[in-house]
C-alpha cells in the first residue's frame, strides 16, 4: 500500500514539471540560432575599409580573407546605409576587391594578470620583447568600466615620485592626473624614467604612444633600466602602427591599470603621449567622414579625450589608486594648442618644462611659475605651503629683474626683496637640479626644503618675509 502511494505521488510530481521542461527545451530549439553573415570588400581609401553584405556593431572585429588566407583584421569603426567602415589592426598590404570580411563578434576586452609585469607588448596584448606567451587569464573590458563619482576614494595623501621638486613645489596625491607638457628635446622621456624607477608605486604601467622606435627601445634599456621594468608593465605602438592600434595601446595601458588598481594596489600610469592618442583618433575620424572642428580636429577627438582620462583616479570606496601622468606634445604656439588646451583643462594640474631652462643645464628643466599642482592644498600642511609660495614668490621677482640684473642696471639695497631673490637664486638652482640617477624621495625633499629657506634666512634680515607672514594660504585653481 505505501509503495502505491511514493509511485503515484512521483507520477503526479512528475508529470507537469517534466512537461514543463519538455516545453521550454522545445521552444528554445525553434528559435534561430544568429550566425554570421560574410561579405565583400568593396572599397579602401586611405586606410578606411568599406564592406558590404555583413553585419557587425560598432566595436566588434571582422577578419579580411582570400583564397583561404588571412590578409588582416579590421574594427568597425562606422556605417552608412548597410555598408561597414572598418579600420585595419595590422598592414592593408595585399588587400583587393571582393576580399572576404567575416564578422567575429565583439573583441573590446584584453587579457590581464600577474603575469604582464616585466613585459613589453603591443597594442593587441602581444609581447614584443621575445619572451614566451602571456597566458593571462582574467579579461577586463577595453573601454574600462566607469565608477560612480561620489564612490571614488578622495586624494588624501602625497605620493612619492622620486623628484625633489615634484615632491616639494607641486606634490602629486595618489590618484592625481598630471600633465607633463613639454616640446621636443628637454627631457621628459627622462624624467618619465626618474619617476618609473624611484615611484613608491606597487605597479608602474608605461604606455608608449606614437613614439619613434628608436625611443622605444631607449626608453625601456636607458630610462626605466631593469629595476624600473620589473615592476612594470610597458605597452607599445611606435609611430609606424596603424592609428587603431596607436589608439589601441592607450586604452590597453589604461585597462592594465584598472586591473591592478581593483586589486588594490597603487598604480603609477606614465603614457607618453596623449596627443599621440589625440592624433590616432583624428585620423580615423577624419577617413570616415568626421568634419573637422577646431584646427583639423574633428569633435569625437574632443570626447576621447576625458572618456581616457576619467578612467584613472582612485578606485571605488578607496580601494587601489591610479595617479596619471601624461606627457603633452607642446610647440611654439601652444596657446593655440586644443590639445594642449583640452589636457590642461581635464587633468588636475600641469608639470611644464622649458626648453630654456634645460638650454642653461638644468634638469629636470620644469618651469617652476607656469607649473602647478591643483590638489597641493589637500595634501600638505600649511607649513609646507607657505614655504613653496615664499620661494616661488622670490622666484618670481628674479625673473622679472633679470635682465636689470644681467646688464648691472640695478643698485644693491633698492629693492630689499629683490636683494633677497637675488642672494636666494644660486641656492634655489642647486635645490631644482637633480641628476638622472639621483632618488630624492619625499622626506628628504622636504628635509632640503628647510636647509634652503634656513640659508635664505642666513642672508636675510627681514624675518616676516621668510615665514611667509603676509600670505596664509596658496589658491591653486
Known sequence: MMRVKVMM?????????????????????????????????IRMVGLTLEAAGCRAAIGDYCRIEEDGKTLTDAEVVGFSGDNLFLMPTGQPHG?????????????????????????????????????????AK?????????????????????????????????????????????????????LLGMMARFTEADVIVVGLIG?????VKEFIEQSLGEVGLSRSVVVATPADDPP????????LATSIAEYFRDKGQHVLLLMDSITRFAQAQREIALTIGEPPATRGYPPSVFTRLPQLVERAGNGANGQGSITAIYTVLTEADADNDPIADSARAILDGHIVLSKKIAESGIYPAIDIELSISRVMNLITDNEHQKATLFIRQLN?????????????AYQPGADEQLDL???????????????MNEQVNYSDSMQQLKELLENCKQDSSNALIIQGGTNDSVSTD
Open 95 to 135: 588587400l583587393s576587391p571582393n576580399a572576404r570580411v567575416i564578422p567575429l563578434g565583439r573583441a573590446g576586452d584584453v587579457a590581464v594578470g600577474p603575469e604582464l609585469l616585466g613585459r613589453v607588448i603591443n597594442g593587441a596584448g602581444q609581447p614584443l620583447d621575445g619572451g614566451p606567451a602571456i597566458k
Open 9 to 41: 505521488l512521483l507520477e503526479a510530481d512528475r508529470r507537469p514539471a517534466w512537461k514543463h521542461r519538455i516545453n521550454q527545451l522545445i521552444e528554445k530549439n525553434r528559435k534561430p540560432i544568429p550566425m554570421a553573415v560574410q561579405g565583400r570588400l
Open 421 to 435: 631673490a637675488i642672494k636666494l637664486q644660486p641656492y634655489f638652482l642647486k635645490y631644482i637640479s637633480q641628476n
Open 138 to 190: 582574467e579579461r577586463v573590458p577595453l573601454t574600462g568600466r566607469p565608477i560612480n563619482p561620489l564612490s571614488r576614494g578622495k586624494i588624501t595623501e602625497p605620493m612619492d615620485v622620486g623628484i625633489r621638486t615634484i615632491n616639494t613645489f607641486f606634490s602629486v596625491g595618489r590618484g592625481q592626473r598630471m600633465g607633463l607638457f613639454a616640446s621636443s628635446g628637454v627631457g621628459k622621456s627622462v
Open 396 to 408: 618670481s621677482v628674479y625673473q622679472q629683474n633679470k635682465d636689470l640684473i644681467s646688464v648691472g
Open 211 to 215: 613614439e619613434r622606435g628608436r625611443e
Open 244 to 251: 587603431l592600434m596607436r589608439l589601441h595601446g592607450a586604452m
